[in-house]
């Protein structure tokens, strides 16, 4: 490389280390990914190239057998959805069904809007002789294109068409179809022999997932087994040894020897022999018994199953184990806490939790409940404390408490209806170890036995609990009152907060000095005295906090909204005496929560399962020069081996993962040495 062509790298490296300090974080969304919406269908048309459908018009795609997704389309919320994904056998022609669907020829690389499709939810497909001969099905109408979807016809619609829950033709004449008609009212499997346009009922009970096994042949699944047709469909019989597949199950595949299913409940089930027995080996991922899941076998053999809140769940070993493909979920987190620089865990509605092991990079979530949704009750949880690298507690609404041993593998229950009663609105939680722990559920209660006895505390009410170390610990009562001990709970002082705190949100406290208490229309208070007395701090009249954290004496940031509704960002960095602000306003989700990792990495959550970090966790890898420390001497190490790969071809200093060394990776490897500077390498 010539000099001048040093010195220009040089320059650009000088630029960038400026602007690197000169920007706030860029924060990196890890939850929900790729998507917070409802997933109705996946299709994997090779082992490489993928597609997942669902609400708000969303269209994810993989071209990397899954490892990595793209979003290609998702409107705003409330978008009609889309309801069905199928493609051909020759894996280039197929259809995004919903309320104006779409058509490939290419493989997905390219999808064709429809205008001559008749308007209606079309949520089933069926390719017939050929790619081009094709079917659609829905709540009362059948309708079909002889071109690929350019044109299109109806064949039959409401009342005498079925409502259409699964359909198979095997020829343009001859097709079936399980469902419901209205008139007649009855329910069934019915035939048709002329493309669609009139249906006869040859089966009287509920069925499902009708098919073609040869044009003479078919087959259905019932709640009694599998029922077989050898005469192209009139008459049919339960077969002997038949698969009786779990209860509401949604879809099935083969996979090897086994057969796979999922439910409605987001339950994955596992047989070997054919049905005669289920394993439950995933989940259940849903609250309620009817919800949109489905589930395709990849080219290579993988199995892979979508649904609820944006869930991506794969398995490589038929079925047998399960891995997350996707990142969080698409629902609220109400609280969330960060153990150490690796173990967090968030809860939010219907007992779902999010844990994470590698300081935020990835959220798996499971539902500690291990019951669907009881009507009536509210099953939320609203609390979680990593007391230890082991234990943690859970409790919300209904009285819910669990506790772990082992990390949020497993949990316990230890609250209602075994040991707490279902009235007990629990608001939050504090444990000082594995024994002694706090809990608000309107009044104050104390556990010595790990959250298996409570005993009242009298007097003491709130919605918030803190304890900075075993004698310093404040009670948010929720109007402008701060209770607070200093004995460990002996006793309880009262303090007030000055102004007029119209709504508090949050309470937050460094050590047993500095403390903070946020709210909306611009409320701000500030304590250096242990909470004894509070100051207002000026943070603007049109800012409304829903949370804060300090990071020191001097740097403190909060989430909230403006006046327009806007996500904003806010941070000091002398105590709260002045504050830059970041809005956010491509947020369609909330920011509600923000935490701290001991390393000083901060991690926010919000609406939808939103979570954002400004950086992982790091290891010192930007110890370029070896000599233990991250340093000045690091730069020149780097650019060293930088120069020497540009000039040999060598991938070395290629930190972006491009396949190529360019001046992206200075940008990589000062982002890596910035965060292990600030991590203290």
Same mark, same amino acid.
């Given at each position: 490389?010539?000099?001048?062509?040093?010195? #220009?790298a040089l320059a650009a490296l000088s630029g960038i280390v400026t602007a690197a300090h000169a920007q706030p974080p860029a924060w990196?969304?890890?939850?929900?990914?790729?998507?917070?919406?409802?997933?109705? *269908?996946?299709?994997?048309?090779?082992?490489?190239?993928?597609?997942?459908?669902?609400?708000?018009?969303?269209?994810?795609?993989?071209?990397? /057998?899954?490892?990595?997704?793209?979003?290609?389309?998702?409107?705003?919320?409330?978008?009609?959805?889309?309801?069905?994904? #199928?493609?051909?056998?020759?894996?280039?022609?197929?259809?995004?069904?919903?309320?104006?669907?779409?058509?490939?020829?290419?493989?997905?690389?390219?999808?064709?809007?429809?205008? $001559?499709?008749?308007?209606?939810?079309?949520?089933?497909?069926?390719?017939?002789?050929?790619?081009?001969?094709?079917?659609?099905?829905?709540?009362?109408?059948?309708?079909?294109?002889?071109?690929?979807?350019?044109?299109?016809?109806?064949?039959? /619609? %409401?009342?005498?068409?079925?409502?259409?829950?699964?359909?198979?033709?095997?020829?343009?004449? &001859?097709?079936?179809?399980?469902?419901?008609?209205?008139?007649?009212?009855? @329910?069934?499997?019915?035939?048709?022999?002329?493309?669609?346009?009139?249906?006869?009922?040859?089966?009287?009970?509920?069925?499902?997932?009708?098919?073609?096994?040869?044009?003479?042949?078919?087959?259905?699944?019932?709640?009694?087994?599998?029922?077989? $047709?050898?005469?192209?469909?009139?008459?049919?019989?339960?077969?002997?040894?038949?698969?009786?597949?779990?209860?509401?199950?949604?879809?099935?595949?083969?996979?090897?020897?086994?057969?796979?299913?999922?439910?409605?409940?987001?339950?994955?089930?596992?047989?070997?022999? @054919?049905?005669?027995?289920?394993?439950?080996?995933?989940?259940?991922?849903?609250?309620?018994?009817?919800?949109?899941?489905?589930?395709?076998?990849?080219?290579?053999?993988?199995?892979?199953?979508?649904?609820? %809140?944006?869930?991506?769940?794969?398995?490589?070993?038929?079925?047998?184990?399960?891995? @997350?493909?996707?990142?969080?979920?698409?629902?609220?987190?109400?609280?969330?806490?960060?153990?150490?620089?690796?173990?967090?865990?968030? =809860?939010?509605?219907?007992? %779902?939790?999010?844990?994470?092991?590698?300081?935020?990079?990835?959220?798996?979530?499971?539902?500690?409940?291990?019951?669907?949704?009881?009507?009536?009750?509210?099953?939320?949880?609203?609390?979680?404390?990593?007391?230890?690298?082991?234990?943690? =507690?859970?409790?919300?609404?209904?009285?819910?408490?669990?506790?772990?041993?082992?990390?949020?593998?497993?949990?316990?229950?230890?609250?209602?209806?075994?040991?707490?009663?279902?009235?007990?609105?629990?608001?939050?939680?504090?444990?000082?170890?594995?024994?002694?722990?706090?809990?608000?559920?309107?009044?104050? %209660?104390?556990?010595?036995?790990?959250?298996?006895?409570?005993?009242?505390?009298?007097?003491?009410?709130?919605?918030?609990?803190?304890?900075?170390?075993? &004698?310093?610990?404040?009670?948010?009562?929720?109007?402008?009152?701060?209770?607070?001990?200093?004995?460990?709970?002996?006793?309880?002082? $009262?303090?007030?907060?000055?102004? *007029?705190?119209?709504? &508090?949100?949050?309470?937050?406290?460094?050590?047993?000095?500095?403390?903070?208490?946020?709210?909306? +229309?611009?409320?701000?208070?500030?304590?250096?005295?242990?909470?004894?007395?509070?100051? &207002?701090?000026?943070?603007?009249?049109?800012?409304?906090?829903?949370?804060?954290?300090?990071?020191?004496?001097?740097?403190?940031?909060?989430?909230?909204? *403006?006046?327009?509704?806007?996500?904003?960002?806010?941070?000091?960095?002398?105590?709260?005496?002045?504050?830059?602000?970041?809005?956010?306003?491509?947020? $369609?989700?909330?920011?509600?929560?923000?935490?701290?990792?001991?390393?000083?990495?901060?991690?926010?959550?919000? +609406?939808?399962?939103?979570?954002?970090?400004?950086?992982?966790?790091?290891?010192?890898?930007?110890?370029?020069?070896?000599?233990? #420390?991250?340093?000045?001497?690091?730069?020149?190490?780097?650019?060293?081996?930088?120069?020497g790969d540009l000039a040999t071809g060598g991938l070395g200093t290629d930190l972006d /993962?491009?396949?190529?060394?360019?001046? #992206?990776?200075?940008?990589?490897?000062?982002?890596?040495?910035?965060?292990?500077?600030?991590? /203290?390498?």
């Open positions: 490389m010539s000099r001048r062509a040093r010195l #220009a990196i969304q890890t939850s929900c990914t790729p998507s917070y919406c409802h997933l109705a *269908d996946v299709h994997f048309p090779t082992a490489q190239r993928g597609f997942v459908i669902g609400a708000n018009r969303t269209i994810l795609r993989t071209e990397d /057998g899954g490892a990595t997704w793209t979003v290609d389309r998702q409107d705003p919320p409330g978008t009609e959805p889309w309801y069905g994904l #199928a493609f051909h056998q020759d894996n280039l022609h197929g259809f995004i069904l919903g309320n104006g669907a779409l058509r490939t020829e290419n493989g997905g690389q390219t999808w064709l809007p429809m205008p $001559s499709l008749p308007i209606g939810s079309w949520d089933h497909a069926d390719f017939a002789s050929s790619a081009l001969s094709v079917y659609f099905g829905t709540n009362g109408a059948v309708a079909h294109t002889p071109d690929g979807g350019v044109t299109w016809s109806i064949r039959s /619609g %409401y009342p005498h068409c079925p409502i259409v829950e699964s359909m198979d033709f095997v020829t343009d004449e &001859l097709g079936l179809v399980s469902g419901r008609r209205l008139q007649p009212y009855d @329910q069934g499997i019915y035939r048709t022999t002329d493309g669609g346009q009139t249906w006869t009922r040859v089966y009287e009970n509920v069925a499902r997932d009708v098919r073609w096994l040869s044009p003479v042949v078919a087959e259905a699944s019932t709640s009694d087994g599998t029922i077989r $047709s050898e005469d192209a469909g009139l008459t049919w019989t339960l077969q002997p040894g038949g698969i009786a597949f779990p209860p509401g199950t949604a879809g099935h595949v083969q996979a090897g020897d086994a057969l796979v299913a999922v439910t409605g409940l987001g339950e994955i089930f596992r047989s070997v022999d @054919q049905g005669a027995y289920w394993d439950l080996v995933y989940g259940p991922l849903a609250e309620l018994g009817d919800e949109a899941w489905a589930i395709t076998k990849a080219p290579d053999g993988a199995v892979w199953v979508v649904g609820k %809140y944006g869930f991506i769940l794969r398995s490589i070993d038929t079925g047998l184990t399960w891995t @997350q493909s996707s990142s969080g979920m698409g629902l609220l987190a109400n609280d969330l806490d960060m153990f150490d620089n690796a173990l967090g865990m968030a =809860v939010g509605g219907h007992g %779902y939790l999010w844990r994470t092991v590698d300081g935020g990079r990835r959220w798996v979530v499971t539902r500690v409940l291990d019951h669907p949704l009881i009507f009536g009750r509210s099953e939320d949880l609203n609390a979680v404390d990593v007391v230890d690298d082991q234990f943690a =507690v859970v409790a919300g609404g209904g009285g819910l408490m669990y506790r772990t041993y082992d990390a949020g593998q497993t949990w316990e229950n230890i609250g209602y209806p075994l040991l707490l009663e279902g009235n007990l609105g629990i608001t939050d939680i504090c444990f000082l170890d594995r024994d002694n722990g706090w809990m608000l559920a309107g009044g104050l %209660y104390r556990t010595f036995t790990g959250g298996l006895i409570w005993e009242p505390v009298p007097g003491v009410t709130g919605v918030e609990i803190h304890f900075a170390d075993p &004698l310093h610990g404040w009670v948010l009562v929720g109007n402008n009152v701060i209770r607070r001990t200093t004995n460990g709970g002996a006793t309880w002082q $009262s303090s007030t907060l000055p102004g *007029d705190p119209l709504v &508090l949100e949050s309470m937050t406290w460094l050590d047993a000095s500095t403390g903070w208490v946020v709210g909306r +229309f611009g409320y701000c208070a500030k304590s250096t005295n242990g909470g004894a007395s509070w100051q &207002l701090q000026n943070i603007g009249a049109a800012n409304s906090l829903f949370d804060a954290v300090p990071l020191s004496a001097s740097e403190v940031w909060a989430v909230g909204f *403006d006046s327009s509704s806007n996500n904003i960002i806010m941070r000091s960095l002398n105590g709260g005496a002045t504050w830059n602000r970041w809005v956010r306003s491509n947020d $369609s989700q909330t920011l509600d929560i923000i935490r701290k990792r001991p390393d000083g990495g901060l991690h926010i959550a919000g +609406f939808f399962g939103l979570m954002l970090t400004d950086r992982f966790p790091v290891d010192c890898a930007a110890d370029w020069d070896q000599d233990g #420390a991250v340093g000045t001497g690091d730069v020149s190490a780097f650019l060293v081996a930088w120069f /993962g491009s396949g190529l060394v360019t001046t #992206a990776d200075l940008t990589a490897f000062l982002a890596e040495w910035f965060a292990a500077l600030d991590a /203290g390498c």
